[in-house]
């Protein structure tokens, strides 16, 4: 079956720094979404892209849809405490395929 | 805010038990997805629906798993016998088929713990 290859597995960093995670796949999607996941909840889409380029932002969230359509990317700029949390990336043709996900840590 | 609703929430039962749970899709949204989340393997997709109808129970195991949706308001999963490792977070989400993929929302899953 269709597999994500999501990374880093997990970050620590401290408040105020950027964060870049990505996602890459043997093969091609039509669509690539972000979402994060807080402890005892369901995943919440940060962002959706439909289109293979497209660069799309959500107040400090950047995600690119790669030119291949087997890749993505999400950038955190300036982050803070609450960004802690796990972040999936998933790319969907008809069903929505999910990479591990990357444990992101915000030192205060 | 429109969202998905799991019931129940939480289920700690024994090996053999039969479990079931539930899920009351978004208003208006015509697919629904079940996944389980555990440590070792992430997010699974289990089962799909578009427009009540399973396109798509591959990732189920069939010999004890089961997903149903009796009306577009209510989607079910069962699991009988359940199995210690069945133990896990189970997720239903629904999302709108129109032409492109609509991102799915997530109801806040069951954590089912089987003895």
């Known amino acids: 079956g269709q597999q994500l290859n999501q990374s880093p597995q997990s970050m620590f960093i401290q408040e105020g720094e950027d964060v870049s995670m990505n996602c890459t796949s043997s093969?091609?999607?039509?669509?690539w979404l972000w979402y994060k996941q807080d402890p005892g909840e369901g995943p919440v889409l940060l962002i959706a892209?439909?289109?293979?380029?497209e660069l799309t932002s959500n107040g400090r969230l950047t995600a690119q849809f790669g030119i291949t359509r087997k890749d993505s990317f999400l950038n955190i700029s300036a982050s803070i405490p609450s960004d802690v949390g796990i972040y999936f990336c998933?790319?969907?043709?008809?069903?929505?395929?999910f990479g591990k996900g990357t444990l992101l840590t915000v030192n205060p | 805010d429109a969202r998905v609703t799991q019931t129940p929430r939480h289920k700690v039962t024994e090996m053999g038990q039969e479990v079931t749970m539930r899920c009351q899709p978004i208003?208006?949204?015509?697919?629904v997805f079940w996944y389980r989340q555990t440590m070792m393997q992430g997010l699974e997709l289990l089962a799909y629906?578009?427009?009540?109808?399973?396109?798509?129970d591959s990732g189920m195991p069939k010999d004890r798993f089961s997903a149903e949706m009796p009306d577009a308001t209510l989607a079910t999963l069962k699991i009988q016998p359940s199995e210690p490792r069945d133990s896990a977070v189970y997720f239903c989400?629904?999302?709108?088929?129109?032409?492109?993929?609509?991102?799915?929302?997530f109801g806040n899953g069951t954590r089912l713990t089987v003895t």
């Open positions: 989400a629904s999302g709108l088929s129109a032409g492109r993929n609509s991102p799915l929302h």
């Open positions: 208003l208006g949204h015509n697919t």
């Open positions: 093969s091609i999607f039509n669509t």
């Open positions: 892209l439909y289109k293979a380029g």
């Open positions: 998933g790319g969907s043709n008809y069903k929505l395929t």
């Open positions: 629906f578009r427009n009540r109808a399973p396109l798509d």
